[in-house]
């Protein structure tokens, strides 16, 4: 059973950045993708970035500018670089891996922005 394990979420103010980390116990190549959702309090979660077993990636349209989704293969790990954030950045963020099967979840990493 492969396991997510998200790390780097923290207090920022506004303006400020943040990485978040997203360490997988096995090895990342079985996923077909592996992505960064978010959520906040009474709302449902949604994808923020997610990239492809190929390096392709993809963005909601409230942070297309500001974060850069990555994977080094040789960490086994995924990372989101957040910049220039705003207090709706605030929000629970969790890693997923997808397979073909199924779907993995990290235990989340709480991200807080103050304006």
């Known amino acids: 059973q492969v396991q997510l394990v998200e790390s780097g979420g923290e207090l920022v103010q506004a303006g400020g950045s943040l990485r978040l980390s997203c360490a997988a116990s096995?090895?990342?190549?079985?996923?077909?993708?592996m992505g960064w959702y978010r959520q906040a309090p009474g709302k449902q979660r949604e994808l923020v970035a997610r990239i492809t077993s190929g390096g392709n990636t993809n963005y909601a349209d409230s942070v297309k500018g500001r974060f850069t989704i990555s994977r080094d293969n040789a960490k086994n790990t995924v990372y989101l670089q957040m910049n220039s954030l705003i207090p709706d950045d605030t929000a629970v963020y969790y890693c997923?891996?997808?397979?073909?099967?199924?779907?993995?979840w990290g235990q989340g990493t709480q991200v807080t922005v103050s304006s």
């Open positions: 096995g090895s990342i190549f079985m996923f077909n993708a």
């Open positions: 997923q891996g997808r397979t073909y099967f199924t779907d993995y």
